[in-house]
């Protein structure tokens, strides 16, 4: 066999250290390459190709044709021949209208990302696969750093994405964007270019086309280090997180239907899968602690986690202060996907009823 080209190779082997760090995928174990036709999701596929063999992964292709712009049904008919091609077991999957408009509430790039994922996880299934990697870069992640910030984000959102998040691989975030293409073009391979990436509305493409190029001009190795920022977010959540876990653990309260929601009926908490969290324990907590087990109790009832005002709101019902006055029972504060209302003696999180 011809050995791999230099830029191949390049990005097959900070992937392997990257997925061997993580710990994933194991041998035998299915991984299915999320491919959408571009240099990024191609280079990926090619690089688990380069190391499935060697480490005995069973890899695959999925790739989803959403159907929202002409030619996208032609990129992943391109997907499937190319890795049909390659000798890899492929799987396309067509968006219905009905599937993203169950999630309209977040907007058309959200609703377009939660179907898309939805039936990712669907054709990996099929396949067999457990894992799901995708293309996700080095200058994807700057992206998401700068993003945070804009939205005024806190250390967690800073920490922006990683490279294992539960069956979830990433392992081409230490890889520059334009090393894909390199590795594209080293293997033949002519990747699609998507329009809407270029359109000037989305607030993610004016921080790729202008933003993080001006940063890059005052500050070469601008992305490097926003990337590096990350990182060390990252390090320092993972530190954080027994004893955020510890915390809660402690502080979760065992009230007994002695809550009341404003406009609802009294619930027994643990009954309905929300969470309660002493309000007195959580008051206690130093702020930034006491605003990761509020994030934390979200999660664990099924919520999505507050943003940063919204938990400083669960946090005020806590310390018994809601919109300026003492929180009395039943006084409520919603986020989107989740809220959390004051007990008694507790503060409960839970997820929206749908």
């Known amino acids: 066999m011809a050995r791999a080209p230099a830029a191949l190779r390049l990005v097959a082997d900070r992937a392997a250290r ?33 190391l499935a063999g060697p480490r005995g992964w069973r890899l695959a292709v999925v790739t989803v044709d959403h159907g929202l712009r002409s030619g996208s049904a032609a990129d992943a008919a391109f997907v499937v021949d190319h890795a049909k091609a390659l000798g890899l077991d492929a799987r396309l999957e067509t968006l219905a209208p009905a599937e993203l408009a169950r999630h309209r509430s977040a907007g058309q790039e959200g609703a377009a990302r939660a179907a898309r ?20 870069t080095l200058d994807d992640q700057a992206e998401t750093v700068l993003l945070q910030l804009l939205r005024g984000a806190g250390p967690d959102g800073l920490a922006g994405m990683t490279v294992r998040n539960g069956p979830l691989l990433r392992p081409l975030l230490g890889v520059r964007r334009a090393e894909t293409r390199g590795c594209c073009a080293a293997v033949g391979v002519d990747w699609r270019e998507d329009p809407t990436n270029d359109e000037p509305g989305p607030l993610r493409n004016r921080v790729r086309q202008r933003l993080l190029p001006l940063l890059e001009e005052l500050r070469p190795g601008a992305a490097v280090a926003l990337a590096r920022t990350a990182g060390l977010a990252a390090d320092e959540r993972d530190w954080l997180d027994p004893l955020v876990a510890a915390t809660l653990a402690e502080a979760r309260a065992t009230t007994e239907g002695s809550g009341e929601p404003q406009g609802g009926a009294p619930v027994d908490p643990e009954a309905s899968g929300a969470v309660a969290v002493d309000a007195g324990a959580l008051a206690e907590l130093p702020i930034s602690l006491a605003r990761r087990v509020v994030r934390a109790a979200a999660r664990q009832a099924g919520a999505t986690p507050p943003d940063a005002e919204a938990t400083d709101r669960v946090v005020a019902l806590a310390a018994g202060l809601a919109r300026g006055a003492p929180a009395r029972p039943g006084a409520e504060t919603r986020w989107p996907g989740g809220r959390a209302w004051r007990d008694a003696a507790a503060v409960v999180l839970e997820a929206p009823a749908h």
């Open 18 to 50: 990257a997925l061997a760090a993580a710990g994933a995928p194991a041998a035998g174990d299915g991984l299915a390459a999320a491919v959408s036709g571009g240099a990024d999701s191609l280079a990926l596929l090619h690089a688990m190709r380069t």
């Open 117 to 136: 994922y939805g039936a990712l996880w669907r054709a990996a299934g099929e396949l067999g696969c457990g894992w799901l990697a995708t293309g996700h």
